[in-house]
C-alpha cells in the first residue's frame, strides 16, 4: 500500500502481522531497503521515500530499524485502544 503526498513524500507501507513487538533482523532490514529501491525506479520517482510500517504491537527498536523506518503505527493508532 502507498500513499503519493503532494508534498513530493511518498509513503510506502509495510503491514506485518506479528504477536508481539516486531524486531527487524540484518537480512529483513536488507529486505526492506531492496523493497524501496524496486519501488523507486519502477516508479520512476525521485520523490522522497518515507517507509511506514503497520504492526500488531508495534516495532522494537535496535540498529537495523534505526533510519529505516520512518513512522509505525499500531492497533492502538488505528483503533484508539
Known amino acids: 500500500m502507498l500513499i503519493d503526498r503532494n508534498d513530493k ?16 533482523s540484518a537480512e ?8 524501496i529501491r524496486v ?9 522522497h521515500i518515507m517507509l511506514t510500517l503497520i504492526t ?3 516495532l522494537k527498536a535496535n540498529k537495523h530499524s534505526l ?3 520512518d513512522q509505525v503505527l499500531g ?4 483503533f484508539g485502544g
Open 9 to 24: 513524500v511518498i509513503n510506502l507501507f509495510e503491514i506485518k502481522f506479528y504477536n508481539a513487538e516486531l524486531s527487524i
Open 67 to 69: 533510519g529505516l523506518i
Open 39 to 47: 519501488f523507486q525506479e519502477a516508479a520512476n520517482t525521485r520523490k
Open 28 to 35: 529483513y532490514a536488507q529486505a526492506l531497503r531492496e523493497k
Open 56 to 58: 500488531t504491537f508495534g
Open 75 to 78: 492497533l492502538d493508532d488505528l
